[in-house]
């Protein structure tokens, strides 16, 4: 991941880093994505239950500003 974002130009781009996991949280991979691309917006990334329903995946949709 990291030498795709560094490859990449995010300039004009809302990006929002998550990841499915069943366990473990996305902890500082969503700023490390954000500082090896340099470019873009970056929200706060977060982690989605692998098992996620399409209702609550619409909530986090729609809490993102």
């Given at each position: ?34 500082n ?15 098992g ?7 909530d ?6």
């Amino acid at each position: 991941m990291d030498t795709f974002v560094e490859s990449y130009d995010f300039g004009g781009k809302t990006m929002i880093p998550f990841c499915t996991s069943g366990g473990s949280g996305i902890g500082s991979s969503g700023d490390n994505l954000k500082n090896n691309a340099g470019s873009g917006k970056w929200l706060e990334g977060a982690r989605l239950n692998s098992g996620i329903s399409k209702s609550e995946l619409q909530d986090f949709v729609n809490s993102l500003k």
